[in-house]
């Protein structure tokens, strides 16, 4: 077995020094075995550009291989307690829109770049007495460098919570037969009603975005009791321009999709997705309250199973 090639960590301190990476960045996220979003250029760039507090300070530490990428970290300060006094530590990127952070590594040969990073980010950040990582999902490789010895120093992780996923069915009428009977009576009650309508169609739009999609989306999302309860996206200038700067990106890299329902005239339910090569990962969805009656928000997303457990083409959603 050949030697690996040294690793060598280079540091984006600045929007625009992230752009050099991106393709290399959304390719590594691409084949890691997480396949989430949140990980990739799209998502990580526009949450350092929109999201963060007014005075945060950031660094993103890419680890390579010769001219191979080979993992990621992005962290920010953050105010915490310490022993009852506040010290400024550090984090991966954590808000409203951004749940999930990890260390981006594809294979587990290159988990040596998990102490190098984390070294590069003890020289930069040298008064900071701890980083903390959100909510990493426990297919990431960063696991096992935590349960080996990889990582010098005291490290705790704790379970936080469990993710909610569908496993792509084999047989989409075997999964549909196997869900509760008031869920599936409920869902023909509202198919009938579906049936009765004029000009329902779906449309599955991927890899690209148009103003048109996005600001047919916020609107279907404002029309029922997120727009009522003021947690709609399209209520919130800074999260409209958040969206709006993350589609753009998601669209650019290829792994925007947008999922329509439209019947008597209307747009009936929208999702805001995202498609990566083994899942898709419905992020924000809305339905037309006019037709809460119809539940057109459930006969999307079962038409979506249908045509996945038809396609084969990822895991799970």
């Known amino acids: 077995m050949q030697p690996l090639t040294a690793l060598r960590v280079e540091i984006a301190r600045a929007l625009g020094d992230l752009d050099s990476h991106r393709d290399a960045w959304n390719g590594l996220a691409v084949r890691s075995p997480q396949q989430l979003p949140m990980l990739g250029h799209a998502w990580i760039a526009t949450s350092l550009e929109k999201a963060l507090p007014p005075g945060s300070a950031w660094a993103c530490f890419f680890a390579y291989r010769g001219p191979t990428l080979v993992a990621v970290l992005p962290v920010v300060t953050k105010q ?31 988990i040596d770049a998990v102490p190098a990073i984390l070294s590069a980010v003890v020289r930069e950040f040298p008064n900071t007495p ?5 909510r990493f999902p426990a297919s990431s490789h960063l696991l096992d460098a935590l349960k080996g010895d990889a990582l010098p120093g005291l490290r705790t992780w704790h379970a936080d919570s469990f993710g909610a996923y569908l496993p792509v069915p084999p047989d989409f009428a075997t999964f549909r037969n196997g ?18 309508m004029p000009g329902v169609e779906y449309r599955f739009a991927v890899g690209a975005t148009s103003h ?12 029922g009791w997120k727009g009522r309860e003021e947690s709609a996206i399209a209520r919130n200038p800074r999260q409209v321009e958040f969206y709006e700067t993350l589609v753009r990106r998601l669209g650019d890299a290829g792994w925007l999709e947008w999922q329509f329902m439209t019947g008597d005239g209307c747009t009936l339910a929208a999702n805001l ?35 996945e457990a038809a396609a084969r083409s990822i895991e799970e959603i």
């Not at 701890?130 to 959100?134: A, G, K, P, V």
């Not at 869900?179 to 009765?196: C, H, P, Q, T, Y």
């Open 273 to 307: 997705a995202i498609r990566m090569p083994r899942s898709l990962i419905i992020w924000k969805l809305g339905y037309n309250d006019a037709y809460s009656r119809c539940s057109p928000g459930s006969i999307l997303l079962e038409e979506l199973v249908k045509r």
């Open 80 to 110: 915490a307690m310490r022993l009852g006094v506040g010290a400024l530590a550090l984090s991966t990127p954590r808000d409203e829109h951004t749940q999930i952070g990890d260390v981006l590594l594809a294979s587990i040969e290159d």
């Open 130 to 134: 701890f980083l903390e990582i959100n």
């Open 179 to 196: 869900l509760s009977r008031n869920f599936r009576n409920n869902l023909n009650k509202a198919a009938n009603k579906v049936a009765r």
């Open 212 to 223: 048109e999609d996005f600001t047919n989306f916020l609107t279907v999302e404002a029309s």
